[in-house]
């Protein structure tokens, strides 16, 4: 197994993880070693005392430890701190050509399914915790059996005191999951994450077979066929067009907008140009299109 860079908080989760890893490492079964990396999101004035906790962890297990501070301050929403915390886990990856573990379990599905629902998601949204560039072994396990595992093997951890504020949605939902959801509905959320992941993995081959057709190239850019797109319907024109938008860009749309994109794809005239994002629009010739940066003026 190459390098691991683990995610570690100081909470229950990423503690039975870190002493999962350290056997593993015993046992010659990541044979490049583990990096603890810690961030501290600059949220909470106690966070200081995880980052030292932390720190004395690696040390006694032997791991390397990297952390930084964000300083995003108490009014900071949970999604700017996972984009801030996942910017600083895959700068450390890249350097170290490394694969990031996290400490995702059961309840964590559940509780991001519900979210996503809560918001009005896609499909898409019921595929969460997915990406192929993490590793997380304790999607299995659900957050009984993890506390179950550190109280057994008496491993010590720090509680964090935002867990308990209702000013964040994972918190209420994470408490109504607590309270109305039995083990057998849980399970049945969960083989529904599964058979989504499934799906979106179907897709995805398809979508990659499709654009592969409908692609032309010169030496520094991709050209896709405009007919193409007013000959298919919505839901598969929205989800080619997510994937071009993607490796050309780095954008992802939401439905709404990749569907505005659809229909000016298919109506726009000969040289004009569809906005995509703040820095990228697309440039329409009349059987063709490409993407490029807006110019500065």
């Given at each position: 197994?190459?390098?691991?860079?683990?995610?570690?908080?100081?909470?229950?989760?990423?503690?039975?993880?870190?002493?999962?890893?350290?056997?593993?490492?015993?046992?010659?079964?990541?044979?490049?070693?583990?990096?603890?990396?810690?961030?501290?999101?600059?949220i909470r004035t106690d966070s200081a005392e995880d980052l030292?906790?932390?720190?004395?962890?690696?040390?006694?297990?032997?791991?390397?430890?990297?952390?930084?501070?964000?300083?995003?301050?108490?009014?900071?929403?949970?999604?700017?701190?996972?984009?801030?915390?996942?910017?600083?886990?895959?700068?450390?990856?890249?350097?170290?050509?490394?694969?990031?573990?996290?400490?995702?379990?059961?309840?964590?599905?559940?509780?991001?399914?519900?979210?996503?629902?809560?918001?009005?998601?896609?499909?898409?949204?019921?595929?969460?915790?997915?990406?192929?560039?993490?590793?997380?072994?304790?999607?299995?396990?659900?957050?009984?059996?993890?506390?179950?595992?550190?109280?057994?093997?008496?491993?010590?951890?720090?509680?964090?005191?935002?867990?308990?504020?209702?000013?964040?949605?994972?918190?209420?939902?994470?408490?109504?999951?607590?309270?109305?959801?039995?083990?057998?509905?849980?399970?049945?959320?969960?083989?529904?994450?599964?058979?989504?992941?499934?799906?979106?993995?179907?897709?995805?081959?398809?979508?990659?077979?499709?654009?592969?057709?409908?692609?032309?190239?010169?030496?520094?850019?991709?050209?896709?066929?405009?007919y193409f797109f007013a000959q298919i319907d919505q839901k598969?024109?929205?989800?080619?067009?997510?994937?071009?938008?993607?490796?050309?860009?780095?954008?992802?749309?939401?439905?709404?907008?990749?569907?505005?994109?659809?229909?000016?794809?298919?109506?726009?005239?000969?040289?004009?140009?569809?906005?995509?994002?703040?820095?990228?629009?697309i440039v329409a010739s009349k059987t063709k299109f490409s993407?490029?940066?807006?110019?500065?003026?």
């Amino acid at each position: 197994m190459k390098k691991i860079v683990l995610a570690v908080s100081g909470g229950v989760d990423s503690i039975v993880l870190l002493a999962f890893l350290a056997r593993l490492s015993q046992s010659q079964k990541i044979e490049q070693g583990v990096i603890v990396a810690h961030f501290d999101h600059g949220i909470r004035t106690d966070s200081a005392e995880d980052l030292e906790f932390v720190r004395d962890l690696a040390k006694k297990y032997g791991f390397e430890f990297m952390s930084e501070r964000g300083n995003l301050g108490g009014d900071a929403g949970e999604d700017s701190a996972r984009r801030a915390r996942y910017n600083f886990l895959r700068r450390i990856a890249t350097q170290e050509s490394a694969k990031i573990a996290t400490a995702h379990h059961k309840n964590d599905i559940i509780e991001t399914v519900a979210i996503n629902l809560r918001r009005g998601t896609g499909w898409r949204g019921l595929a969460v915790l997915d990406s192929p560039d993490i590793w997380r072994p304790l999607l299995q396990f659900d957050k009984s059996q993890i506390l179950d595992y550190a109280k057994k093997h008496n491993l010590a951890w720090h509680e964090d005191s935002t867990n308990a504020n209702q000013k964040y949605l994972r918190n209420k939902f994470r408490h109504r999951i607590a309270t109305d959801l039995d083990d057998e509905s849980v399970q049945q959320v969960f083989n529904l994450w599964q058979a989504q992941i499934k799906l979106k993995a179907d897709i995805d081959r398809e979508v990659l077979k499709i654009v592969g057709k409908i692609t032309s190239q010169t030496t520094n850019k991709n050209y896709y066929q405009r007919y193409f797109f007013a000959q298919i319907d919505q839901k598969t024109a929205t989800e080619i067009l997510r994937y071009i938008i993607l490796q050309n860009t780095g954008e992802i749309l939401t439905r709404r907008a990749l569907c505005d994109i659809w229909v000016k794809l298919k109506t726009v005239q000969p040289g004009k140009k569809i906005p995509v994002s703040k820095k990228w629009q697309i440039v329409a010739s009349k059987t063709k299109f490409s993407f490029e940066k807006f110019t500065k003026r």
